[in-house]
Structures are given as structure tokens and as C-alpha cells.
């Protein structure tokens, strides 16, 4: 007997099964505990409707939890034959309580399941996020803090600019990680929305208690309209791969940034020995690898938000298949994204910068900006003090006096990083 739950009294052909089926079962067992999460809440409701009876309720509470803990010690799977984790429980919930735990489907539909378990799984692992963008933040600011001092080159289209500090480049990538954490925290708040009672998009004839579910899984709000509730997955998603995709630019940045300040042309930062890795032929060669992998992934990361909306930009309304597709995007996103934060601050615990590097002579001219603005304030009008040291950079007269004298808040003097931690905190506490 087939053991899908569709099952209509015939055997589906397994090369159908292989295919839309696909990596379903391998995927799904990231959702199981919010599988069962959910058929909690959903059971409590029914019996307060009367769709439940006290009694079955006392026998599937705890047959969910013995269920819940296999998930929690690794030894819950989902069997050959059974599509889906919503399957599997309630095959399991079948065999041992027998026709009570065919009860629990009672006013859902997959649809409207798999719905809650990606809300409660995206929500989770957007926290997951928030606090390994967390921890990189700290680090950052700890950085910028620690080596406000010591100056560096900046640059503009590659070339020696204006004088920068390892305090404004460290805290420039912790300042960034707050914008993206406004769109971590956006996509937290549209998956924070409980969708369980939309059935398979079109609500029920049961009374359902939607607002119970949803203070029972902890849920910010409804999905009200059922229509609704359906049309966000994939919307969902799309606003979680944004996420993911802001972060991912950012690390991706500074993975390109560390790569290139390693560089024997610049030699601006360097990591232990055992922190690089060699050449098979030169014997020289401490390669950051680790940044370039990181590098790599973020870049693929941004594309997420292109992947989906081309995989979903021309569905019909209501549920369709190829909404399944979207698990093997995003489930591997959100892993590879925490993994390169915490990689990312892992290695920067051991970052050494260079000092002094403004006093070698190639840097002479990055000092142009600072004499033609003290030449203003003794009272030259800008553009003669620009003409004036453009005319000795010419001549090849110029000869900087290395003064620099920046001091409003987010320069070189005052990076500013007691505020920009204020707003950092001030987004983390959303996500409750």
C-alpha cells in the first residue's frame, strides 16, 4: 500500500515518484522539528474546536514529543516510499496510535504545512544570522577601536587618494553589516507571519482558531487572507535570498579587500603561517585561500534573488510544484552564509595590520588634500590652493607636511563607533 498521503488506491510509478520527489527527503529532515512544532499547535486547536477529542489529544501530544526528541538525538528519517517529513510523522503517528493519528490532517493541507515549517525554519535561521553578523560586528568594532591610529592608503579607481586609517576600514564593513541587518531583520518580520489554517490556499469550513495556532508557535501575526498566506511562499523566500544576498555583498567585499591588502604590492595586513596556505612548486607562497573561497561563495550567494524570481516569476496563483525547487537554493544559502561570517571573524581574530606604512615616499602625494585645506584655512580660496599644489606636483616640488587633521565624527579622528554600535543594537533587539 502506497504510503503518500494523496494515496487514492493506486501505486504513483516510481520514475514520477523519483523525479518530483527529487532531494525532498534529504532537505525536509531541516524541517522535521518545525514539522512537529507545527502538528502541535494544530492538534491543541482541534481539540479546542471539537475536531479532537481530550483523550486522542492526551495520546498525540506525547507521541509527537517521543517523535520530536528522535529529531533532536539525529535518528528520525524519512523511509523510501514516504515523500515528504508531513508524511513521515504521520505515518509514524498512524503506526503506533493507529486511527487517531490519521486525525491530525484535519483542516490543513500540505500546503499550509510546508507554509509553517519554512516560516518557522527561515525564522530561525535568520537569527542564526543575526547573531553571527553579531559577532563579526564585535569583532569589527573591536578592530577599528584597537587600530584607530595607524594610518593606510585610500583609494579611488585603484589610486592613492586621501589618507584612511585601519579604524575607518574596519569600521566601514561594521557600519555595512548594520545596513544589511535592516534587510535581515525585514525578511525576519515577513516570515514572523503564521500561515497554518490557509489550507491549500483557500482556507477551510472548520472553524479554525488561526489565532490561536499563531500564539502558539509564537508567530507576530497572521497571514490573514488565505489567498495571501499561500501567494508568500516564494515571496518569503525571495525576501530571505535579498538578506542573504546584502550580507553575502558586504563579506564578499571585504574577503576582496583582505586578498588584495595581502598582496606583496601592498602588504598592508598578514595572517599566521598556519592560517594560509602554500604552492606546490613555490616555496614562497602563503595564499589566502580561505578569503578566496569566502569570496567566491558570497558572490554566488548574490545571486539568490535572481534565481528565484526567474524561477517563479511566471507561476500561476495558488500552489504549484515548482515551489519545491526553492529548498535546494536557499537551505544550502543559509549555511554557506553563516559559516563565511564565522569564518570571517575567526580569521580576523588573527589579522596583524602594518604600521607606519604612510611614510614611504610612494605615498607622498596622498597628502595633497591636506596642504591645499591648510593653505584655506590661513585664507587661500580653494581653487588657488588647488592650483597652487597641483602646479608643485607638476613641477615635482611638492613635499607633503604629513599633517592631518580630520576630526569630524565618522573621519579618521572620530570614527564614530560607540553610535554606529547604538544602531547595530537597536536592530538585533527585533529579533525576539
Request: aromatic share 8%.
Amino acid at each position: 500500500m502506497s504510503k503518500q498521503l494523496w494515496n487514492k488506491g493506486f501505486e504513483p510509478d516510481k520514475m514520477i515518484e523519483r523525479f518530483t520527489v527529487g532531494k525532498d527527503r534529504e532537505l525536509d529532515l531541516r524541517l522535521a522539528r518545525y514539522d512537529v512544532q507545527g502538528s502541535m499547535a494544530h492538534i491543541r486547536m482541534l481539540e479546542s474546536i471539537g475536531l479532537l477529542t481530550k483523550d486522542e489529544l492526551s495520546l498525540l501530544l506525547p507521541a509527537l514529543q517521543e517523535i520530536a526528541d528522535s529529531i533532536e538525538k539525529g535518528e528520525f528519517t524519512i523511509e523510501d516510499g514516504i515523500e515528504d517529513v508531513h508524511s513521515q510523522v504521520e505515518f509514524l503517528l498512524t503506526a503506533k496510535l493507529g486511527d487517531v493519528g490519521k486525525k491530525i490532517h484535519s483542516g490543513r493541507s500540505r500546503n499550509d504545512q510546508v507554509l509553517v515549517d519554512l516560516k518557522l525554519f527561515f525564522r530561525d535561521e535568520l537569527k542564526r544570522i543575526a547573531e553571527a553578523v553579531g559577532r563579526l560586528f564585535d569583532r569589527l568594532q573591536s578592530l577599528s577601536e584597537a587600530h584607530r591610529d595607524k594610518l593606510m592608503p585610500g583609494y579611488t579607481h585603484l589610486q592613492v587618494a586621501m589618507p584612511s586609517s585601519f579604524g575607518l576600514w574596519f569600521g566601514a564593513y561594521a557600519e555595512s553589516l548594520v545596513d544589511d541587518m535592516q534587510l535581515v531583520a525585514a525578511a525576519y518580520n515577513i516570515a514572523n507571519q503564521n500561515p497554518l489554517g490557509s489550507a491549500a490556499g483557500y482556507g477551510s469550513s472548520f472553524p479554525l482558531d488561526r489565532e490561536m495556532t499563531t500564539s502558539l508557535l509564537g508567530f507576530a501575526d497572521l497571514h490573514y487572507n488565505v489567498v495571501a498566506a499561500q501567494m508568500s511562499r516564494g515571496k518569503t523566500e525571495r525576501a530571505v535570498a535579498a538578506a542573504i544576498a546584502a550580507v553575502a555583498a558586504t563579506l564578499g567585499h571585504l574577503a576582496m579587500d583582505v586578498c588584495m591588502w595581502m598582496c606583496n604590492n601592498f602588504g598592508f595586513v598578514k595572517f599566521p603561517d598556519e592560517l594560509t596556505t602554500g604552492s606546490s612548486i613555490m616555496p614562497h607562497k602563503k595564499n589566502p585561500d580561505v578569503f578566496e573561497i569566502m569570496r567566491g561563495k558570497c558572490n554566488r550567494m548574490q545571486s539568490l534573488p535572481n534565481e528565484l524570481t526567474i524561477l517563479t516569476a511566471n507561476l500561476p496563483l495558488g500552489y504549484n510544484r515548482d515551489l519545491q525547487l526553492m529548498k535546494d537554493i536557499m537551505f544550502p544559502a543559509t549555511t554557506d552564509l553563516v559559516e563565511c561570517l564565522d569564518m570571517a571573524d575567526f580569521m580576523l581574530s588573527h589579522i596583524e595590520v602594518k604600521a607606519d606604512i604612510l611614510d614611504d615616499s610612494r605615498y607622498d602625494y596622498i597628502f595633497t588634500v591636506e596642504d591645499v585645506n591648510r593653505l584655506v584655512r590661513e585664507g587661500v580660496p580653494f581653487r588657488d590652493a588647488y592650483r597652487k599644489v597641483g602646479l608643485s606636483v607638476q613641477d615635482g616640488t611638492y613635499s607633503p607636511t604629513r599633517e592631518i587633521r580630520h576630526t569630524h565624527i565618522g573621519s579618521i579622528g572620530d570614527p564614530a563607533n560607540e553610535k554606529i554600535a547604538a544602531k547595530m543594537k537597536s536592530i538585533l533587539s527585533k529579533f525576539k
